[in-house]
């Protein structure tokens, strides 16, 4: 009787992880400029609203814009990037 051999394959990929550094962080909120991007997704406004409501109550901001995605899936419209990059800080509100 002759053996007969079965080969295994492992369809996993080596994890490659590389090192990034963190992004700056702004050491308070009060007097900066804050952006609000909505997704668009179910309930990604509710969360938005209520984000920045908490943190109203806690800082001062310097002002505000407040952007909302035609769709989840869409790019941003056209100047709403240029607007939310004059801001000191941008919150992504994801909703579902």
Same mark, same amino acid.
């Given at each position: 009787?002759? #053996? +007969?051999? =079965?080969?295994?394959?492992?369809?996993?990929? &080596?994890?490659?992880?590389? +090192?990034s550094?963190? #992004? /700056?962080?702004?050491?308070? !909120?009060?007097? &900066?400029?804050v952006? /609000?991007?909505d $997704?668009?997704?179910? $309930? #990604? @406004? =509710?969360?938005? #609203?209520?984000?920045?409501?908490? !943190? *109203? *109550?806690? /800082? *001062?901001f310097?002002?505000?814009?407040?952007?909302? &995605?035609? $769709?989840?899936?869409?790019?941003?419209? *056209?100047?709403? !990037? +240029? +607007? !939310?990059?004059?801001? @000191?800080?941008?919150? $992504?509100?994801?909703? @579902?």
């Amino acid at each position: 009787m002759v #053996a +007969e051999t =079965i080969i295994v394959l492992d369809p996993t990929a &080596k994890a490659h992880v590389s +090192e990034s550094p963190m #992004a /700056f962080r702004v050491g308070s !909120l009060v007097g &900066k400029k804050v952006g /609000f991007l909505d $997704n668009s997704k179910p $309930n #990604a @406004d =509710i969360l938005i #609203a209520r984000i920045k409501a908490r !943190l *109203e *109550e806690r /800082f *001062e901001f310097g002002g505000t814009v407040e952007k909302r &995605k035609r $769709n989840a899936g869409a790019g941003m419209r *056209e100047g709403d !990037l +240029e +607007e !939310l990059a004059t801001c @000191d800080l941008v919150i $992504n509100g994801v909703g @579902d």
